[in-house]
C-alpha cells in the first residue's frame, strides 16, 4: 500500500503543471473557451510535445507506455485550472478504447497521430432519450457489400465537431459493437455548440455514414466499453478533485480577504467550519480517487473489482463535487454565480463531469446490487 | 381547524386560475415555463393586463390600485401565478419602491409614480448592495451631497438587477457621514437611469444570460424633491422594503411547476432499460421533494394566516430559507434527469435532438444559486431566526 | 384553510399543559419512569377526569366526540414535558381501533372504562422479526366450540404489562382480524420490561388464549388497521412536535446561559445557525402535522389522502426529529448524552416514536409509489 | 503508488489476525461483538495477554515495551483489533498517560509506572474536563497549591470514563493562577484514586450505562514527586496526549464490523413481505456508507503514510470529525433495521424473543452521540480544521 507517486512521476506533475498554469488563467480561461474549438490548439500541441497524449498507451503503438497514476496526475492538473483540453474524453477513454479493442494496425493509426496532436479522437456514444447505458440503440450498424455504414444520431459528443476520427457505439446484432467514422466521412453532419462548463459538444448524425469495424469480429463490446467508461471515470474523478482543490483554495482566499461588518469573513466561525467540512470532502474524494487508479493499474484486478471501483469513484465524486461546488459559490456570495469571477466555473465543470459519465445516486444504484460481498476491503 | 378552502377562497382560486390561464398570452406563459429569458416588452404587456384587471398590485393601498384582500388571497393570487407560469408583477415595482413610496412618499410622489409604477410604464431597479457592501448593506459609500436645490451623487451599485431596462432607480445613498450608526445616515433617492452620470455595465453570469449590473454615478444630480420620506431614515424603508421582499419568496407555486415538470421529463428518459420514472431511487427523491414542498406550502400559508399587516414576520425567513433551497433542489433534480443530455446546453433549437428542457437544465441550476444568495442571503436568514425567534 | 384553535380547543390545550406541567418536570419524571408501570397513575386518572381519555370517541360510547385537532394538541402537551402516559398508545391507537372496529356492545363496555381511566387498552400488533406490517401472521387465530382462541407472540407491544385488555392482530383464513384479549386471560403470560426511552413494554405470548372477536365477522381488517395505525402517527406525530419544541427550548437556553471560552455559546455563529436550521425544522413538520390532523377530520377524506397525510407526516418527522434530536445533543455536549439532564432523553423518545409504527425512509417508499398522481395540494 | 500491501505486511497482517483471533478468548470478544459491556476484568486480562506477546504497547519506546513498527503496521494492528472486536488496550495507559510518562517523566518516574501501565496492573483515569470546561480545556480551575513537600488538590473533574475501575488519575491542575496567559500556569500531577479527599460519583447515562464520573478533590495532598515533567507545562502534554487520542479514533474496523453485522441483521427482519436486506433504498444506504467507509479507512492509511512521527498530522482532524459521523451513522443504520424491535431495548434474554442486537440497538446509537463531543468535538475538529490547514 503505498499513496506516493515517485520521482518520474513527480517530474511529470511539475512539467504539466508548469505548461497548464502558464496558460490558464481565469481570463485566458474565459477567452480560450469563447472561441472555436473551444480549447487552445497550441496548448493541444505541447501537452503532444511532452508526451501527455500518448501517456497510457503501449509504445508500440505510438504511446508513452505509462500507467493510469500518470494519467490521474494529468488529469488532476487540468481540473486544478479547469483547462478545456479534452484529454479525457480523447486520450483516456476514446483513446483507451482504441487501445483496448483496436487492432494493432488500428492502434497503430489511430493511437500515434492522437499522442502527437495531430488527430483529435473522441468516443460518440451518448444518445439523445437515454441515460448512462454501456449499449447503442440509436445508431444502428448495417453491414454491405462495402462495408458497414452507420445510421442514426449520438448527442451529445464531447468535441464531436472539432474530432478528426469518431469512435461511434452501434447496435449490431447480438449487441454493441464499435466503429471508426472519419470526419470526412459521407452522411455525417455534425453541429457543434457550446457546452455550459466552456467546453464544446455536439450532434452527430450518421446516414448511412460509411465506417470501419473496431477490432476484430462483432462480438457484443459492451464489456469494453464499460472498462473504457470506469478508466475514464476514475480520469474525471482526479479531474474533479483537481477542480474542487482548486474551488476550496479559491474559497478559503475569499473568506480572507472579503470583508464583511468590517471583518474579513474569516472571523465567521459559521463560514469556517464550512470551509472544513468542504476540506473533508476533498480529502475523502481525494483518497478514493487515489485508491480507484491503484486498482485500475494493479495487476490482478478483475474486471468486477475495476468496475466497483469506478462506480465508488465516481459516487464519491459526485458528492463531494455537489457539495464542494455549491458551498464554493455560496461562500462567495453573488460574485460566485458570475461568469467574471472564477469559482463558479469549477462549480459547472464539476457538474459537468458528474453528468458525462453517470452521476452518483446511479453508481449507488450499482453498487447496491452488490452489497452482499461481505467486506469491503481497502487493502486487497 | 379547517382544511378546506372556504367557498369564497375557491371561488377566488378559480377567478385567479381562469384569468391567468385565459387572459395572459400562452406564448408567454410558455416562455416561463421553458425557463427562457422573459422580454422587457413581455413582462410590461403582462404586467398591464394584469393592472388592467386590477390584479398587479393588490397589496398596495386601495387607493392607489390595491384590493382588501386577506392575506391568504394575496398568497392563493401569488401562487396561482406561479402555477400558471405567469410573469410576476416586476418586484421592483410592485413589491418594493411602489408600497415605500405609497406609505413613505409625498402625495405628489404618488401621484407623479405610483399609477405609472403598477402599470409598468416606469420600469424600476435597485440601488442598494455595492461592490463592499453586500449582506453588512448598511455599510453603502455611494454618497449624495446636497448642492443647492439637488443632491449630488457619486459612487457604485451593483447586482441591479435588469438594469439595463430600467427607466428610474431608486437607490440608498449616504447623506450623513457622521452619523452616530452608520444606519442612520442614509437616505433614499430616486432618478431616472438616463440622468448624465450615470452608467451601466452588464455582469456576465455562469449561465451566459445578464440579468444583473454594476451601476456607476459620477456627479449625478439628482433634485431634492426626489427624495423619498424624510433625509437620513432610508435604512428604514429599505427594511420595509426588504421585509416585502422575502414575502412571498418561497415560490412554492414555481417549484411546485418544476416538479411537475421533472416527472414528465423522467418519463421520456431511458435508464437501465425503462423509463427513468419507474426506478425506485428517483421515485424516492421526487416523493421526497414533494413532501418537503408541500410542508413549505404549509408553512407559507401559517405565516400568511398569522401576518399583522404590514411588519414581516420574523418566520418568513423560514421561507426564504426553504424557499430557495428546495427551487435549488428542484433544479437539481432536472439536471439528474437529464444527465449527460444536459451537456447540450448551449445548443440552438435546430443544432440539437435534445430536448429544450433538458438543455436549459444545467444553466438554470447554476444561475439558481443565486436565490440562495440575493434577497438576504441564508447566512443572513439564519441571523434573523437564531437573533429575533430564538433570541439567541 | 385555517390553522387556528377555537377558544374550547385553546382552553383544553390549557388545562390539559397545566395538569401535565405540574405532574413533570425532568426529576419527576425520572422518578416515576423508573418504578412501575412507567407512568404516574394518580397523573392517568387526572386525565380521565379532563375527560382526555375519551377525547376521540363518540359521546354514545362513554366519550366526548371531539376531533383530531384535540387529540393533536393532548399529544403535543405530552411531548412537551415527555409525559410517560400512553395517551397516544392506548386511547388513540387501541382505542380508537376499537371505536372503528367494536360493536356497539364492545365499543361500550371498552371504551367508558378506557375514557374513565379504569381499563388501560393496548394494541398487540408488532412480532419479532418483522417490520411496520398492517397484517398479522406470528399469532394465529382459531375458532373452536368455545369460541376464539389465539397462540404466537407479540412484541414489544407498549405497556403490554400493564394493561388491562389487550387489543390482538392476528392472523385468521384470508386476512387478519382483531380480537380482545383480557389480561386474566387463560394461556396469556406477559413479561414486560423497561425501553429506552423511559416507558414500558412487553412481550405478550398466547398459547390457546380465549380471545373474543372484535367486530363483526372475520373479514379481513388490514385496512382498518392501516387507518388506524395512520391516525396513531399523525398524534406521535404531534407529540414529536411537542417534543422537538421542548429540545429546541432547552438547547436555544442553554445557548444563552453556557460560557466557553469566556462567552455564551450564543455567540458562536456556527452554533446559533445550526439551532436556526432546528427552528426551521420545526415549523416545516409542526405544519405537516398540522395539515395531516385537518385532512384526518375534514369530510370526505378519502382512506387514501388519509394514508398519504399520515405518511408524509412520518416522513417529515422522522427527518425532523433526528435532526433536531441529534443537534439538541450536540450544540449541548457532554450533558446531553447523561440520563441526569432533560435533552437526551428528547432525544431517546424522539427515537422511539420514530420507530413504533414506522420511519421517514419506509413512509418515502410508500410514498414514492403514488407521485404519479400530478401534483401534491395543500389546500383541497 | 501501489495497491498491494508488501509481502512483510501481508505477513503481518496474518499474524495480527491470528493472534487476536486465536488468543483473545472468544467470549470477551463476543462480548464486545454484541456491544455489551466489558467488565474491568476482561480489559485487564485481554491487556495483559496483549502485553505479554508485545501487542499492548507498540507505539511506545522500544526499552518500555514498544516495537519499532511502521505507521502502516500500527494501522494493520488496531484495525485487526477492531476487526476481531478484541477490546484495544486501555486509551488512558496506552494512548495518553503511557506515552506522555515516557516522553516527559523523569526516569523514576518510567520505571515506577510504565511497565504497570502497559499490563493494566495500573488502571489509569483522565482529569482533565471539568463542568466548566470542556472543548475551552484551558480554562479549567482544579487548582493545586504547594505545601511543602506536597501539591495540594482542591476541585472537580467530569466526564471521566472508567473512573470507577482506576486506580490512578492523570490530572491537569492550575498551579499557576497568575500566569499571563491560562494555558500557561496549568500542571500535570498523578495520584492513586483511594488517596484521602477524593471522591467519585458516577454520571448514569442515556443509554441505562455509568461509564463517565464526576470526580471531587478536597484537600488531596499529592507528593511532590508526583508531578509530570515541569510545573506548568502540563497544557503541552495535554495537547501531545490529545493529538495521541485523535489517531486512531477514527475507528474503521469497528465500524466495518457494524456494517456487516447490519448487513446480517437486514437479512432477518421481514420487511414488505420479504428480507430487508433486498429493499433497494436499504441497500442504497448500506452501499453508500460502505463507500463513505472505504473513503476514510484510504484517508487513514494516507494520514498514517504522511505522519512524521510524534507530530500529530493535523489532517487526523479528518479522521476524528469523519470516523465519528460514520460510527454514528452505522448505529443509526441498525436502529433503522431493527425498526419497531428496537423499542424493546432493555428486556432481559428471558423476557423477550427479540434478539439481543436489535434491543442493543438504541441504546447504542444514543450513546454514540458522545463519539462526536468526546476527545475533541466535531467543532474542535472543525477549528483546527479551518485553522491550522486551511488558515482561516
Known amino acids: 500500500m503505498d499513496f506516493t507517486f515517485d520521482t518520474e512521476q513527480h517530474a511529470l506533475r511539475e512539467a504539466v503543471a508548469g505548461l497548464l498554469q502558464r496558460a490558464y488563467d481565469p481570463e485566458k480561461r474565459r477567452a480560450v473557451t469563447k472561441d472555436e474549438p473551444g480549447f487552445d490548439e497550441k496548448t493541444w500541441s505541447q501537452l503532444a510535445e511532452m508526451g501527455v497524449l500518448g501517456l497510457p498507451f503501449a509504445e508500440e503503438d505510438g504511446g508513452m507506455g505509462a500507467g493510469q497514476a500518470e494519467v490521474a496526475l494529468v488529469a488532476t492538473e487540468i481540473g486544478k485550472v479547469l483547462a478545456p483540453e479534452p484529454f479525457v474524453e480523447s486520450v483516456v477513454l476514446a483513446g483507451g478504447l482504441v487501445a483496448a479493442v483496436g487492432t494493432a494496425e488500428q492502434r497503430a493509426e489511430l493511437l500515434g497521430p492522437l499522442a502527437e496532436g495531430a488527430s483529435l479522437v473522441v468516443f460518440a456514444h451518448a444518445e439523445p432519450g437515454s441515460r448512462w447505458t454501456p449499449t447503442a440503440t440509436g445508431v444502428t450498424a448495417a453491414q454491405g457489400a462495402d462495408g458497414w455504414t452507420l445510421t442514426g444520431v449520438k448527442e451529445p459528443v464531447p468535441s464531436g465537431a472539432r474530432a478528426d476520427v469518431l469512435v461511434v457505439s452501434a447496435a449490431v446484432e447480438g449487441g454493441t459493437a464499435l466503429f471508426v467514422v472519419r470526419a470526412d466521412a459521407a452522411g455525417l453532419t455534425r453541429t457543434g455548440y457550446r457546452t455550459h462548463d466552456g467546453t464544446r459538444a455536439a450532434r452527430v448524425t450518421l446516414d448511412g455514414t460509411p465506417a470501419e469495424l473496431l477490432g476484430e469480429g462483432t462480438a457484443d463490446r459492451t464489456a469494453d466499453v464499460e472498462l473504457a467508461l470506469a478508466r475514464a471515470t476514475v480520469a474525471y474523478a482526479h479531474e474533479a478533485v483537481g477542480a474542487m482543490q482548486t474551488a476550496l483554495t479559491t474559497t478559503s482566499e475569499y473568506l480572507k480577504t472579503r470583508k464583511q461588518f468590517g471583518v474579513p469573513l474569516s472571523k465567521f466561525q459559521a463560514l469556517t467550519f464550512r470551509a472544513a467540512d468542504m476540506y473533508v470532502s476533498l480529502e475523502l474524494v481525494r483518497s478514493i480517487a487515489l485508491w480507484a487508479t491503484m486498482v485500475l493499474d494493479a495487476e490482478g484486478s478483475s474486471p468486477e473489482a475495476v468496475l466497483a471501483a469506478a462506480d465508488r469513484a465516481r459516487l464519491q465524486t459526485s458528492k463531494a463535487g455537489r457539495h464542494i461546488g455549491k458551498e464554493a459559490i455560496q461562500l462567495h456570495g453573488g460574485i460566485g454565480v458570475t461568469a467574471e469571477y472564477s469559482v463558479g466555473h469549477y462549480t459547472s465543470r464539476l457538474t459537468a463531469i458528474d453528468h458525462l459519465l453517470g452521476d452518483g445516486a446511479w453508481a449507488t444504484g450499482r453498487l447496491a446490487e452488490r452489497i452482499d460481498a461481505g467486506t469491503v476491503e481497502a487493502l486487497p | ?392
Open chain 2, 1 to 392: 381547524m379547517q382544511l378546506h378552502l372556504s367557498p369564497e377562497d375557491q371561488a377566488f382560486r378559480d377567478e385567479m386560475r381562469t384569468f391567468f390561464t385565459t387572459q395572459v398570452p400562452q406564448s408567454i406563459r410558455d416562455d416561463v415555463a421553458a425557463h427562457r429569458d422573459v422580454t422587457k416588452e413581455q413582462y410590461v404587456e403582462v404586467q398591464q393586463i394584469l393592472n388592467a384587471a386590477g390584479l398587479a398590485v393588490p397589496h398596495w393601498p386601495a387607493e392607489w390600485g390595491g384590493r382588501d384582500w386577506t392575506p391568504l388571497q394575496r398568497h392563493i393570487w401569488r401562487e396561482e401565478m406561479q402555477l400558471a407560469a405567469v410573469p410576476e408583477p416586476l418586484a421592483f415595482n410592485a413589491s418594493m419602491i411602489g408600497p415605500v413610496i405609497a406609505a413613505f412618499g409625498n402625495q405628489e410622489q404618488k401621484e407623479r409614480f405610483l399609477p405609472e409604477t403598477a402599470n409598468l410604464d416606469i420600469w424600476w431597479c435597485q440601488g442598494f448592495s455595492e461592490p463592499d457592501a453586500g449582506s453588512d448593506l448598511a455599510s453603502l459609500r455611494t454618497a449624495a451631497v446636497r448642492d443647492g436645490e439637488d443632491w449630488v451623487v457619486n459612487g457604485q451599485k451593483t447586482w441591479t438587477t435588469l438594469g439595463q431596462h430600467a427607466d428610474w432607480i431608486f437607490c440608498l445613498c449616504r447623506t450623513d457621514p457622521g452619523a452616530e450608526k452608520k444606519q442612520r445616515g442614509i437616505s433614499l433617492l430616486v432618478f431616472p437611469m438616463d440622468t448624465p452620470g450615470v452608467t451601466l455595465r452588464p455582469i456576465e453570469l455562469l449561465d451566459g444570460g445578464f440579468e444583473v449590473n454594476e451601476v456607476f454615478f459620477e456627479d449625478v444630480r439628482v433634485p431634492a424633491e426626489n427624495l423619498i420620506g424624510e433625509e437620513n431614515r432610508g435604512w428604514d424603508y429599505a427594511k420595509f422594503l426588504l421585509g416585502n421582499e422575502r414575502v412571498g419568496i418561497a415560490r412554492v407555486g414555481a417549484t411546485k411547476r418544476m416538479l411537475v415538470d421533472a416527472k414528465a421529463h423522467a418519463t421520456q428518459i431511458t435508464s437501465g432499460g425503462r423509463p427513468l420514472i419507474e426506478d425506485p431511487s428517483m421515485r424516492a427523491r421526487i416523493a421526497e421533494l414533494e413532501t418537503e414542498l408541500l410542508a413549505l406550502e404549509l408553512t407559507a400559508l401559517r405565516v400568511v394566516s398569522n401576518s399583522s399587516d404590514g411588519k414581516p414576520n420574523p418566520a418568513s425567513s423560514v421561507l426564504k430559507l426553504r424557499g430557495s433551497e428546495l427551487q435549488q433542489a428542484a433544479t437539481e433534480l432536472i439536471v439528474d434527469i437529464a444527465g449527460p443530455l444536459s451537456l447540450a446546453s448551449f445548443a440552438d433549437d435546430e443544432a440539437t435532438d435534445v430536448p429544450e428542457w433538458a438543455r436549459s437544465a444545467t444553466p438554470e441550476f447554476l444561475n439558481y444559486r443565486k436565490v440562495s444568495i440575493y434577497g438576504g442571503s441564508n447566512e443572513v436568514q439564519r441571523t434573523i431566526i437564531a437573533g429575533t425567534i430564538l433570541g439567541l
